[in-house]
């Protein structure tokens, strides 16, 4: 069965889970930082899709095209002596048949000598996740930067069951 992203449908998950999801984040955003392209697209299925205006014109994207994207990205930031810095709040994690919807803010600075840090885009982000041994991996990902409009999410379906 496929269906939108939905937190509204499900129920919340225990604390202890929350807390484990707040980390998986946490140590996310932290490969992404500090330019661990590998460790940050590890946790991505193989088979896992990117929806963004950014890539693809906000058509769904798969890991196969959306990881060499991202190393040429990651590689000009590093050429420029750019760093980044993800701020992400407001989560909400919800369980759907075996599986955890997550849904968060995101503000993503850049920061350089030159001009110091700027605000890079603002977004809304909402992953499909699923258990994997001791940790999570995403399924699907969307992410709605503001600077660029909603995404046509009633055309987008990630897989729930």
Do not use: N
Request: proline residues 3%; charged residues 25%.
């Amino acid at each position: 069965m496929t269906m939108p992203i939905d937190s509204h449908r499900g129920t919340t998950v225990s604390p202890e889970t929350y807390y484990e999801l707040r980390r998986f984040y946490l140590d996310q955003l932290d490969a992404r930082d500090r330019g661990f392209t590998q460790e940050w697209l590890a946790v991505f299925d193989d088979d896992a899709t990117i929806t963004t205006k950014v890539l693809g014109g906000g058509a769904t994207v798969p890991k196969s095209e959306f990881a060499p994207e991202v190393w040429k990205l990651d590689a000009s930031f590093h050429e420029k002596g750019i760093q980044r810095r993800h701020c992400v709040q407001g989560f909400t994690f919800t369980h759907h048949d075996g599986l955890v919807v997550s849904r968060f803010y995101g503000l993503f600075l850049v920061v350089d000598a030159a001009r110091g840090a700027c605000l890079q885009s603002a977004a809304f982000i909402s992953d499909v996740l699923r258990r994997h041994g001791t940790t999570w991996r995403v399924i699907s990902r969307e992410i709605e930067r503001d600077d660029l409009g909603r995404l046509d999410t009633a055309a987008h379906s990630v897989p729930l069951g």
